[in-house]
């Protein structure tokens, strides 16, 4: 139950997110309302234009939390005492290095579905987009700039 629902929860405020990415990354006005300019996309591109990017985030999702929890698990061997006279201080630390390690190596592995999630969601051509989905984009992406653009 736990993958259905973080793909409910994803693809429920998937257009948050959207407008979101938009923002930051200024493909649109920062200074119109978030009326307007959810009004000018579902004009401009249709109402599901709302949900683009939204595949990539969920299928995303669910390799990066494997590759946190075995990552997290195999880092902690090295990391955490095993002792047990080990102090409580060290054992903390270890499990806190343990896991942003285990981020950082489990984020390394899927940014690029997360570029192609962010490329996806900010690709504001309508009907004459820049992208045809995840495939297109990724392919496109190594094209352009090769394995370092991911």
């Given at each position: 139950?736990?993958?259905?629902?973080?793909?409910?929860?994803?693809?429920?405020?998937?257009?948050?997110?959207?407008?979101?990415?938009?923002?930051?990354?200024r493909f649109i006005d920062a200074h119109s309302s978030v009326l307007q300019i959810t009004t000018n996309i579902i004009k401009e591109q249709g109402m599901l234009?709302?949900?683009?990017?939204?595949?990539?985030?969920?299928?995303?999702?669910?390799?990066?939390?494997?590759?946190?929890?075995?990552?997290?698990?195999?880092?902690?061997?090295?990391?955490?005492?095993?002792?047990?006279?080990?102090?409580?201080?060290?054992?903390?630390?270890?499990?806190?290095?343990?896991?942003?390690?285990?981020?950082?190596?489990?984020?390394?592995?899927?940014?690029?579905?997360?570029?192609?999630?962010?490329?996806?969601?900010?690709?504001?051509?309508?009907?004459?987009?820049?992208?045809?989905?995840?495939?297109?984009?990724?392919?496109?992406?190594?094209?352009?700039?090769?394995?370092?653009?991911?």
């Open positions: 139950y736990g993958a259905l629902s973080a793909g409910i929860s994803k693809t429920s405020v998937a257009p948050v997110e959207r407008l979101k990415l938009l923002l930051q990354t234009s709302l949900w683009r990017g939204n595949w990539p985030n969920i299928i995303r999702y669910f390799p990066l939390q494997a590759f946190m929890l075995s990552f997290n698990q195999q880092f902690k061997t090295i990391f955490v005492p095993q002792s047990r006279d080990a102090s409580t201080i060290s054992i903390v630390t270890g499990s806190i290095m343990a896991g942003g390690i285990a981020g950082c190596a489990a984020i390394t592995l899927i940014y690029p579905l997360d570029l192609t999630r962010t490329r996806l969601a900010v690709d504001m051509g309508g009907t004459n987009r820049e992208f045809r989905g995840i495939t297109h984009c990724l392919t496109k992406t190594y094209q352009t700039g090769g394995i370092c653009s991911w």
